[in-house]
């Protein structure tokens, strides 16, 4: 399964709307509201207003590792880490729910959902071979220098309707952070029953390593996909993220299965 395989790193919906304007005036009451009503429907969770200005404002949920920001012309909810499991899609539709239902928002302009999950490796090496390997492109473009070689792929691909009304942007890169090795020992790759001594340390080690892939990876293939609809006929929130979330699920299983 995929989710054997990926790490989800963040969780991410947005709306983009017209003539909040009354945003200036009502975003004190907004906030109020979110506050107070917010923790019903995040299992009880505290969220705390950080920011209310002309700019924005923003709240936070540190349990679920959330924030709500919102103005004018945007709602956004982001879940960074996205490690702890929550209620994403009830959040997303009662705080969209209320700023519609405060600043008189009529017109909807952009939905979109966006994920972002990393496929973990042990060195920056193996991130960009990775990267490199996984890239859905068989010839490049020759250079003159034959020293010259593949070695990293950050790849970008957009799939819309003819009308650009849906799409979904898919993307990989290597990452890593400036912990990771930039290459792993030879030694460390074999198994260690097949060593001639220091089997246990080995055993281990290798333990380690995969221990920390899966709760924190220092490098891997990053892969980012955001599903998108413009000017939606009805706005159901709820109905759109479950359309994100099978899209995205079949997009990644896909990319998964041409390994």
């Known amino acids: 399964m995929v989710k054997d395989k990926q790490k989800l790193l963040q969780d991410i919906f947005e709306a983009r709307y017209e003539h909040g304007y009354r945003y200036l005036d009502r975003c004190g009451d907004a906030m109020m509201l979110l506050e107070e009503a917010l923790p019903k429907v995040s299992g009880g969770a505290i969220w705390m207003p950080e920011e209310m200005a002309p700019k924005g404002a923003r709240m936070k949920c540190p349990k679920h590792e959330l924030t709500l920001v919102f103005d004018a012309a945007r709602l956004g909810l982001d879940q960074n880490p996205a490690d702890e499991p929550c209620p994403f899609s009830d959040i997303a539709d009662y705080a969209f729910q209320t700023i519609k239902s405060k600043f008189d928002i009529a017109d909807v302009v952009r939905l979109g959902r966006r994920k972002l999950f990393i496929r973990p490796t042990d ?120 359309n994100a979330e099978e899209e995205i699920e079949y997009v990644l299983e896909s990319f998964v299965r041409s390994s």
């Open 123 to 242: 060195s920056v090496d193996d991130a960009e071979a990775l990267s490199v390997r996984k890239a859905p492109f068989k010839e490049w473009p020759k250079v003159k220098d034959d020293h010259l070689a593949l070695r990293t792929c950050d790849i970008t691909v957009d799939l819309e309707y003819p009308d650009r009304a849906k799409g979904v942007r898919f993307a990989i890169s290597a990452v890593h952070r400036p912990e990771a090795p930039f290459t792993l020992d030879d030694r460390l790759r074999v198994a260690p029953h097949l060593l001639a001594q220091g089997q246990r340390e080995a055993l281990l080690e290798q333990l380690k390593r995969r221990k920390q892939r899966e709760a924190s990876p220092v490098a891997g293939l990053l892969i980012d996909v955001d599903y998108w609809v413009v000017r939606p006929d009805s706005v159901d929130i709820r109905q759109f993220l479950n």
